[in-house]
């Protein structure tokens, strides 16, 4: 089981299960929620999921239509979670809020597009331009 928190502690987590895929994002929305040149995040089953305390919610369209929730926590701001319904039933937790972020292999890099050059991108994971079609059940 993986477990991980927010800034404060006050929301917390614990997930059961194995990642779908793990990935950097370098599209604008997740630097906006990040604040640096990405977000990295791992895609778990949803009902692997379960969260302590009481997050925040934020939803807005993506570039694609679908609608994108973004999970945080409303004292520190630490983002969490985020779900779209493109990917009904999986949510992607952010790394850096893992206990042992170590244990999770970044595999892909998607909206390569958006990537600012001071955001220098790894050579060992597989890149895309944009959001390859994945589906939970077809992992990369
Ligand atoms: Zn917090
Ligand atoms: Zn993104």
Redesign the pocket.
Same mark, same amino acid.
Request: aromatic share 20%; net charge negative; hydrophobic share 40%.
């Given at each position: 089981m993986l477990t991980g928190r927010c800034l404060c502690g006050a929301c917390a987590y614990e997930i059961v299960g194995e990642p779908i895929v793990v990935a950097h #994002?370098? #599209?604008l929305? #997740?630097q906006r929620?990040s604040g640096a040149g990405?977000?990295t995040g791992a895609m778990f089953p949803e009902d692997g999921v379960t969260i302590s305390g009481e997050p925040g919610l934020y939803s807005l369209t993506s570039e694609g239509g679908n609608t994108v929730t973004r999970v945080f926590c409303t004292t520190c701001g630490s983002p969490l979670f985020g779900k779209n319904t493109g990917m009904p039933g999986v949510m992607t937790v952010t790394l850096g809020t893992l206990d042992a972020p170590d244990a999770m292999v970044p595999q892909v890099a998607?909206?390569a597009r958006s990537r600012r050059a001071w955001d220098v991108l790894d050579q060992s994971v597989a890149t895309f331009d944009a959001q390859p079609s994945w589906k939970p059940a077809d992992p990369v």
């Open positions: #994002c370098y #599209c929305d #997740c929620l990405h977000a998607i909206f």
